[in-house]
Nanobody, 119 residues
Framework: QVQLVESGGGLVQPGGSLRLSCAASGSIFSVLGMGWYRQAPGKQRELVAAMTVGGTTTYADSVKGRFTISRDNAKNSVYLQMNSLKAEDTAVYYC?????????????WGQGTQVTVSS
């Protein structure tokens, strides 16, 4: 079982920056694929950025060049650096972890943190 706790959300003006953090419990963080998702009101949850165990990253087209995902296995943490924020980035951001064991995959979610981009 993995528990994920996000932090770092808040209110920021357009063009500003925020850094989200996600701390994972347990001792298997280094073998977890990690991701950040977001869900805006009335919209489906969407992938923002992901990082595999090997360090390969994936980004949504809408955030490429502005957001950066990183991880620190020593701190059991994954981060999302968000720069040049836009109003359309406003959403609840969720941390997600995937643990693959053999042919089975286990998915874990954090409780979410609100990001509001507004002047």
């Amino acid at each position: 079982q993995v528990q994920l706790v996000e932090s770092g959300g808040g209110l920021v003006q357009p063009g500003g920056s925020l850094r989200l953090s996600c701390a994972a419990s347990g001792s298997i963080f280094s073998v977890l694929g990690m991701g950040w998702y977001r869900q805006a009101p009335g919209k489906q949850r969407e992938l923002v950025a992901a990082m595999t165990v090997g360090g390969t990253t994936t980004y949504a087209d809408s955030v490429k060049g502005r957001f950066t995902i990183s991880r620190d296995n020593a701190k059991n943490s994954v981060y999302l650096q968000m720069n040049s924020l836009k109003a359309e980035d406003t959403a609840v951001y969720y941390c997600e972890a995937t643990h693959v064991v053999g042919t089975s995959g286990y998915e874990y979610w954090g409780q979410g943190t609100q990001v509001t981009v507004s002047s």
